[in-house]
């Protein structure tokens, strides 16, 4: 529990309050308002709480001027070119880096539960072939509850770790699947003699009818996308993981609700977006056009993959994934790809333009990450169950940080209500 460190006074109408303040080992200080209402009955007012802390955590933190992201204090930039998925799984679930015999019993702890009950394979033939694959994610998932029933309670240790430990290693084989069905070619049962990041190039891209090699380049950046996109702090997402958990609902459900919630186009539906508005600008002459219409208020459209909540200066995701970009595609022979020359050339005109510099505009993780992606040969429906299956381990760490809080309580805002005032009901004759 963090220690009182000032007070906030706060005086309105005839009311003078004062309000603890506590200050955090980085970043901003918080005024405590829990006992506003009851001290002062009023509420705070706070819609899309760009100025509200929900929770206390110790996961990630991010510095938006400066763009800076710690995994439990360790930057991104020195995870993704040191470390790898399943060792910054074990920091972001237990808050330190594993010695070499705790990552060997994580990493085997996952290997052992790759596969999904066989049953699970009859719930896909209920969706139609083209359905988004996140549409089957969403399901899926939720269903995980009806078949591990020994890992739903939420109040034993025991039942989350291994839930937890579900989750990490079944969400691959899951879009693995998602994928497959979509296309029409047979599952692909995970090959647990191959990292994380292989397995799951492997049940994606290879066919029973004959040996698939993977391209060890394709998964080390594979592997390094999973990091990237691992946690981030009290995300739209992540803040749903929350929400739901503090009902007490069970892990599947509330890693499924935020999948649903990371399938919007403002948050992680974003990297397929940002890929097909490249696609659609086509080629460089066309990009001032794309540009005016971002600035135009009459115009909803917006530059996908750049702006953030947080973010005011470079994503620390975005540089990474920048340099990844040109790496695999000049691996693959393809630096030359129209797509990488658009955004490369979207990026520098809209760093240079007055409008994006006052708004403090600059490309998020989802500006790079689709092309990657298409190179590695993901259709753009797989961009963003690529993008749950990355944040599953930050959800459900934040979740059991969450259960880990004796002070839990769950989630109820109130509201600002601006409709009608009591009045009688009318009979529908003298309407
Ligand atoms: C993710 O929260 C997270 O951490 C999310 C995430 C994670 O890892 O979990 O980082 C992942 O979701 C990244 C963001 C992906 N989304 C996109 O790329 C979609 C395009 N970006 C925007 O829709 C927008 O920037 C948001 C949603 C990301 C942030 O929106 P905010 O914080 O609510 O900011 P805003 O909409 O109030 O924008 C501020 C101003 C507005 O202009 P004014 O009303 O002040 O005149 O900037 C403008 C916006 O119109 N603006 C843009 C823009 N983004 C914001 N203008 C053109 N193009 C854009 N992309």
Not at 42 to 53: A, E, K, R
């Amino acid at each position: 529990m963090v220690k009182q460190t000032g007070t906030a006074k706060l005086s309105f109408g005839d009311t003078d309050l004062e309000l603890p303040m506590y200050s955090p080992t980085m970043g901003p200080d918080v005024i405590d308002i829990g006992k506003l209402y009851a001290k002062g009955g009023v509420f705070t007012h706070d819609p899309g709480f760009t100025s509200t802390s929900s929770c206390e955590s110790a996961i990630t933190f991010i510095d938006g001027d400066k763009g800076e992201l710690l995994y439990r204090g360790y930057p991104i930039e020195q995870l993704a070119e040191k470390s790898h998925y399943l060792e910054v799984c074990y920091l972001l679930l237990y808050g330190e880096l594993p010695n070499a015999e705790e990552l060997e019993n994580f990493e085997n702890r996952v290997t052992r539960h790759t596969m999904v009950h066989e049953q699970l394979t009859v719930f896909f033939s209920g969706y139609r072939r083209d359905a988004h694959p996140m549409a089957t994610m969403v399901g899926v998932v939720g269903a995980l509850s009806a078949f591990y029933h020994d890992s739903l309670d939420i109040n034993d240790y025991q039942q989350r770790e291994i839930a937890a430990v579900r989750m990490i290693a079944k969400v691959p084989t899951i879009a693995a699947m998602a994928y497959k069905y979509s296309i029409g070619q047979p599952f692909v049962y995970p090959k647990n003699a191959l990292d994380y990041a292989s397995n799951f190039l492997y049940m994606c891209f290879s066919v029973p009818a004959e040996e698939y090699e993977v391209n060890p380049i394709l998964a080390r950046a594979m592997d390094r996308i999973f990091t990237l996109h691992a946690d981030h702090e009290q995300n739209a997402s992540t803040s749903t993981v929350r929400l739901a958990g503090s009902s007490q609902a069970n892990p599947f459900a509330c890693i499924a609700a935020g999948i649903a919630c990371l399938w919007g186009p403002a948050h992680g539906g974003a990297n397929q977006a940002a890929l097909e508005m490249l696609k659609e600008i086509g080629s460089v002459d066309r990009i001032p056009e794309y540009v005016a219409r971002a600035k135009d208020k009459n115009d909803p459209f917006r530059l996908m993959g750049f702006g953030h909540r947080v973010y005011k200066n470079f994503d620390p995701r975005a540089k990474v994934m920048k340099e990844s970009a040109d790496e695999v595609l000049e691996l693959l022979g393809i630096e030359n790809n129209p797509t990488l020359q658009v955004a490369k050339e979207l990026e520098r005109i809209a760093l240079e333009d007055e409008y994006f510099i006052e708004k403090k505009l600059y490309p998020n993780v989802d500006f790079y990450s689709g092309i990657i992606l298409e190179a590695m040969g993901f259709p753009t429906s797989m961009f963003t169950p690529i993008f749950a299956l990355s944040r599953t381990v930050g959800w459900i760490s934040q979740w059991k940080e969450m259960l880990g809080d004796p002070a839990l309580k769950i989630g109820r805002p109130r509201q600002l209500y601006t409709g009608e005032p009591r009045r009688d009901y009318v009979d529908v004759e003298n309407r």
